[in-house]
Nanobody, 123 residues
Framework: VQLQASGGGLEQAGASPRLSCAASGRTISSYALAWFRQTPGRDQDFVAAISRSGDTKFYAEAVKGRFTISRDNNKNTMYLQMNSLKPEDTAVYYC?????????????????WGQGTLVTVSS
């Protein structure tokens, strides 16, 4: 499966953009999906994960209550609704897929990665 993340850009603090991760090659319904983010000089951080059906979601504490992960298996796309953005949310956001059930918060659990989309939040 190939993943293409989009929706990043320059945002003001407090904005509510939505990231998308479009899949191609295979249907995403067989994949657990997640978002990670990375800033220069830091390790990649887990953001949110969602199970194959979308029934189970898990969030990093830093984004819980502000970000919402979702998926539309019919459109072969995953989303990350980001609300109340903060400058510390500035990062390159990556989507990832794992051909298994459940959800996972470690990057090594994922087999496929998108190219990343940069979100820059100004104060």
């Amino acid at each position: 499966v190939q993943l293409q993340a989009s929706g990043g850009g320059l945002e003001q603090a407090g904005a509510s953009p939505r990231l998308s991760c479009a899949a191609s090659g295979r249907t995403i319904s067989s994949y657990a999906l997640a978002w990670f983010r990375q800033t220069p000089g830091r390790d990649q951080d887990f953001v949110a994960a969602i199970s194959r059906s979308g029934d189970t979601k898990f969030y990093a504490e830093a984004v819980k209550g502000r970000f919402t992960i979702s998926r539309d298996n019919n459109k072969n796309t995953m989303y990350l609704q980001m609300n109340s953005l903060k400058p510390e949310d500035t990062a390159v956001y990556y989507c990832a897929a794992a051909l298994r059930s459940g959800y996972y918060i470690e990057g090594y659990e994922y087999d496929y990665w998108g190219q990343g989309t940069l979100v820059t939040v100004s104060s």
